[in-house]
């Protein structure tokens, strides 16, 4: 054997004595643990010995020096690590145990932590670079505040453009060339948008292909979420509140799609078409929520407010008196005028 082989040997036989030895005494510091740990104090016991506080309070426990300590499961795995990594092993258990002793062995403060149950509400600071002079598009229009004016319009371009429609076309009015012409760019950008990719899902609805159904129910939804801003002329209102019909005639006349017809989408195109003056067409699809979803209570109530808009009062009374007689879950909206009316 040359001597780089016994060099070795000898190498490999201390490092298994090092990791057999770590294990054992790593076992054995856990078997100490556990027998010094005490056993808590029955609470019987403790309320007869008196030890409650004042007004019964209990004292304040002890803070024990924290230590931190691997269970044998974790000393076993060390130990390999050491046997598997000669001298590589013991090394970087050695430096990092000693680089936790130099820098990261202090005391934890808990002063700023709460264990309790009780709900914490946390108050935060206002942005006030961001709110500071700002008012509603409305009152910078009524004070020919300019500079808010723009800056509110410049923050409602950075968000969703078509969400924001009816409050853009606000701008519109005002005295401010600057501010009108860019919310008048802004809106007409939005609007043929909305125009081009409406007649995309009008014409994919119509292809007839395996998609047809998730195109009428995208279409719906899309066009809804524009239409209920009344930012169109009438004509063009009407117009695109027809092809919105359109895709819910499409779901309601297919066996297959009918259940992606929801209530929602019934009452969606039930206001747009009221909003429209549409009220035959508005009647329709009343009828057709109440035969589909006769438990829901956008059933009773776009009837009533169809009723109300054309000075039905017999037949507003009529379904009014069918909603209270049911065990529909009435809202507030509808609470209220049940309560103007009755």
């Known amino acids: 054997m040359t001597t780089a082989e016994k060099v070795f040997t000898v190498i490999i036989i201390i490092n298994t004595l090092i990791a057999i030895a770590y294990y054992v005494w790593g076992c054995v ?9 005490p056993q808590p104090e029955p609470k019987a016991e403790k309320e007869a010995e008196g030890q409650g506080g004042p007004e019964g309070e209990l004292p304040e426990e002890e803070e024990e020096p924290y ?5 044998r499961t974790g000393y076993l795995f060390k130990a390999l690590v050491i046997l598997l990594c000669p001298v590589v092993g013991v090394l970087f258990f050695l430096v990092t145990q000693l680089m936790y002793v ?19 509400v946390a108050n935060r600071k206002a942005d006030e670079d961001s709110e500071r002079n700002r008012v509603p598009i409305e009152e910078a229009l009524a004070v020919a505040d300019k500079d808010s004016l723009r800056s509110l319009v410049m923050d409602v371009v950075k968000g969703d453009v078509h969400k924001s429609l009816a409050t ?18 802004v809106l007409r950008d939005a609007l043929n ?7 995309e899902l009008y014409n994919a609805l119509h292809k007839g292909d395996e998609n047809a159904a998730e195109y009428a129910c995208t279409m719906i939804e899309y066009m809804n979420e524009v239409l209920r801003q009344d930012v169109f002329p009438d004509m063009e209102q009407r117009a695109f509140v027809a092809m919105m019909e359109e895709a819910c005639d499409w779901l309601y006349k297919s066996e297959e799609n009918r259940y992606r017809l929801t209530c929602e989408y019934i009452e969606w195109i039930a206001v747009r078409l009221l909003g429209t003056g549409q009220f035959d067409n508005m009647k329709v699809w009343c009828d057709r929520c109440m035969e589909l979803y006769p438990e829901e209570l956008s059933s009773y109530t776009i009837q009533l407010k ?3 808009s054309i000075q039905d009062k017999e037949n507003f009374f009529r379904v009014m008196d069918c909603l209270k007689g049911s065990d529909i879950v009435i809202d507030r909206d509808t609470l209220d005028l049940i309560r103007v009316f009755s």
Request: aromatic fraction near 14%.
């Open 306 to 308: 169809l009723y109300f």
């Open 102 to 120: 130099l820098f990261f062995r202090t005391k934890a403060d808990l002063t700023d932590v709460i264990f309790g149950k009780d709900k914490v």
């Open 67 to 71: 230590e931190w300590r691997l269970s």
């Open 29 to 37: 510091i856990q078997t100490v643990e556990v027998k010094k740990k």
């Open 193 to 199: 948008d909305f125009r081009q990719r409406s007649q």
């Open 168 to 185: 853009i076309s606000l701008a519109l009015n005002s005295e401010d060339t600057e501010t009108s012409h860019y919310a008048a760019s």
